[in-house]
């Protein structure tokens, strides 16, 4: 028998581990769902490169908490029709996925890009990671197998999709680039636009922008140099000149681009309570949800309004009455209507308690005093023949000397009992045949 407490601790462990074994070859997201570690994830592709259009979908998600996976679409401008170098940024169009947080169950499973292709000599790269190769020359860095789509490495995580190209790259252009200066507009998602100054010809030139507000900026490119990008903020993106010399190269507003994600916006939400002491109605408005305002108007009594900022919970209360009916307008759209109280089945009437009086004036008291005792502590009472008191016979409890006898004879037994047990225990008895 003593073998059994170390097999018992040898099976114990052997549980554990299989425990952390099971732990270990299930990841879990952060809702507790099954996730995909970022080696794991498969993607599946699509690329346009004529059109500078790319997208990519998350096959086998969500990310597991805490991991992301950027992607970005790059435009360049190029000195020909096949891959040649050097090559400058035109335009970039970078998002991610994201592993979900809170009380999100799933994330966005697919992503759109769309960059602006030159309409002369171009390369376009569909990349994993959000780093921007730029310039790209000689001796220098490449993207190699971070290029969506490749035989090895993180670019074979994704697959093409129907009808798609298997490699997501594109060398190529209509017709040749004019040697003279030109300007590319880009609009952001903030409101905001990016212009790209490039000069082709065979000597400097000057760029004048102008814009609303008394923006103004010169920028003086040499032959064949580095485009140079110049933004326009917000305040100032409207009738938007580019100039050369007298040759307007572009001009325009600030327009939104097709591509631009919409932020999620939270939905608040409301939940009311009937009890025994009337209606409490709750709306919660999540962090990422707009300013909400409902107003709860009751048939009996005043109406109460109430504003959530993002982030916020608010609460209102109508006391229980009968009949009592509150209506709820607004922008919640799960309380919107009305709703009636009823009194629960389980609440009761509170209980009233009886003062109890001092002795009577024809009872005098037994403790002699000047004045009455008002207490309203409950009086000890003692039994007597007649009232009940006894065993059902009529007859009188046991009483005074009598029950001490018993009481006595019992615990001598009690000890006597002891007693004897002990000595069994001591005692080393052999059985013999």
Not at 92 to 120: M, N, R
Not at 401 to 420: E, P, R
Request: charged fraction near 15%.
């Amino acid at each position: 028998m003593k073998m059994f407490p170390r097999a018992a601790a040898v099976v114990a462990a052997a549980l554990v581990g299989l425990t952390g074994l099971v732990g270990f070859s299930s990841p879990a997201s952060a809702t507790g769902e099954a996730c995909t570690t970022l080696e794991n994830a498969r993607y599946e592709h699509t690329f346009n490169g004529p059109a500078g259009t790319a997208g990519i979908t998350l096959t086998n998600g969500p990310l597991c908490a805490g991991l992301e996976q950027s992607f970005a679409l790059v435009s360049y401008t190029a000195p020909s029709a096949k891959f040649a170098l050097p090559q400058y940024v035109l335009d970039t169009s970078v998002k991610k996925f994201t592993a979900p947080t809170g009380s999100q169950k799933l994330t966005e499973s697919k992503l759109d890009f769309k960059v602006e292709v030159p309409q002369c000599f171009t390369q376009v790269d569909f990349v994993f990671g959000d780093k921007i190769l730029n310039p790209l020359t000689e001796g220098g860095e490449f993207y190699n197998d971070r290029k969506v789509g490749s035989d090895k490495n993180e670019g074979s995580r994704s697959t093409p999709a129907k009808d798609n190209p298997k490699y997501a790259w594109y060398n190529g252009g209509q017709g040749t680039c004019v040697s003279k200066p030109a300007a590319v507009a880009l609009p952001d998602c903030d409101g905001n636009v990016q212009l790209t100054l490039t000069n082709r010809s065979s000597h400097s030139e000057k760029f004048l922008i102008t814009a609303d507000g008394g923006f103004s900026k010169t920028e003086e490119l040499k032959a064949s140099a580095t485009p140079v990008t110049v933004t326009v903020p917000k305040a100032n993106a409207k009738n938007i000149v580019v100039k050369s010399g007298s040759t307007v190269l572009w001009s325009g507003d600030w327009t939104k681009p097709a591509d631009c994600q919409v932020p999620e916006v939270g939905k608040p939400t409301g939940t009311v309570t009937s009890n025994c002491d009337g209606l409490t109605f709750t709306v919660k408005n999540p962090q990422n949800g707009a300013v909400v305002t409902a107003t709860f108007t009751p048939n009996k009594g005043a109406a109460q309004t109430i504003t959530a900022q993002p982030g916020e919970t608010k609460t209102v209360t109508f006391a229980a009455a009968e009949n009592l009916k509150v209506a709820v307008s607004g922008g919640l759209d799960v309380l919107n209507g009305a709703v009636t109280w009823t009194k629960p089945a389980n609440c009761s009437t509170p209980a009233t308690t009886k003062p109890t009086t001092s002795p009577s004036a024809d009872k005098p008291s037994a403790t002699p005093s000047g004045t009455v005792s008002t207490s309203t502590s409950p009086v000890a009472t003692t039994p007597v023949a007649g009232d009940g008191g006894g065993d059902g016979d009529g007859e009188l409890p046991l009483t005074g000397s009598a029950a001490a006898g018993v009481a006595g004879g019992a615990f001598l037994l009690l000890v006597a009992g002891a007693v004897l047990y002990i000595l069994a225990r001591r005692r080393k008895v052999n059985f013999t045949a």
